[in-house]
């Protein structure tokens, strides 16, 4: 069974306080990865895809990276604007179009 | 461009009433998902179109819940008779499908449903 889990559940920062967010995945084969953000009373926002291990994204400060069995997103120097819940999802190789979706990371920075 | 539009925005309904919640998806995608989160939880899958058909319907709590899109544009999802439990944000989406089957979704803001 194809499974995501993300950590932390919740992280708090200090502004400019970096770090990252993980997502591993156990799935039989990846066809995508894909990052959101979802603020309160909201959908969830695309950010990036990434298909293939040694991929890297980048947006504003934001940047998702791929090894085989997980995605890091990490965020430097982040601003209270980026408190919001952040979203991993897998695509496999078994033809499903349905992506397998993490419980999601909820970050808080304060200013 | 227009994104992914659902209406209406809230919906507060009495227990055992009928309610229809609306999807437009982005013009041009095939592909057209309902999920369900409720407070504090993950993305509930509850139906997939590609086209007018649905491929995958696993997700339907109940056959209180139904869906239809038509003219492979527009859906509607229909709950009978509501229940309490299935108060929740509604969200509905949509993607392109290619070759490789790897394109994102991409979300609309949600129904928030409330059933008194």
């Known amino acids: 069974e194809d499974q995501v889990t993300q950590s932390p559940e919740a992280l708090r920062l200090q502004e400019g306080e970096s770090s990252s967010l993980n997502c591993s995945y156990t799935?039989?084969?990846?066809?995508?990865l894909f990052w959101y953000r979802q603020d309160p009373g909201k959908g969830p926002e695309f950010l990036f895809t990434l298909y293939s291990a040694g991929e890297e994204k980048e947006k504003e400060r934001l940047k998702a990276t791929l090894t085989k069995k997980e995605s890091f997103l990490h965020i430097t120097a982040p601003k209270p604007e980026d408190s919001a819940t952040y979203l991993c999802?897998?695509?496999?190789?078994?033809?499903?179009?349905?992506?397998?979706f993490g419980r999601g990371t909820s970050l808080i920075v304060h200013p | 461009g227009a994104g992914v539009s659902q209406s209406p925005s809230n919906k507060v309904t009495e227990k055992g009433k009928d309610v229809e919640l609306r999807c437009d998806p982005i013009?041009?995608?095939?592909?057209l998902y309902w999920y369900r989160q409720s407070l504090g939880q993950g993305l509930e899958f509850l139906i997939y179109f590609q086209g007018n058909s649905a491929p995958d319907k696993s997700g339907l709590p109940s056959d209180r819940f139904s869906a239809e899109r038509t003219g492979g544009s527009v859906s509607t999802l229909t709950i009978q008779r509501t229940q309490q439990e299935d108060s929740a944000v509604y969200l509905c989406?949509?993607?392109?499908?290619?070759?490789?089957?790897?394109?994102?979704?991409?979300f609309g803001d949600g129904t928030r449903l409330s059933i008194l």
């Open positions: 999802a897998v695509l496999t190789s078994g033809g499903s179009y349905i992506p397998t």
């Open positions: 799935v039989s084969g990846l066809r995508g």
């Open positions: 989406a949509s993607s392109l499908v290619n070759r490789g089957g790897n394109q994102p979704q991409h």
């Open positions: 013009s041009g995608h095939t592909a």
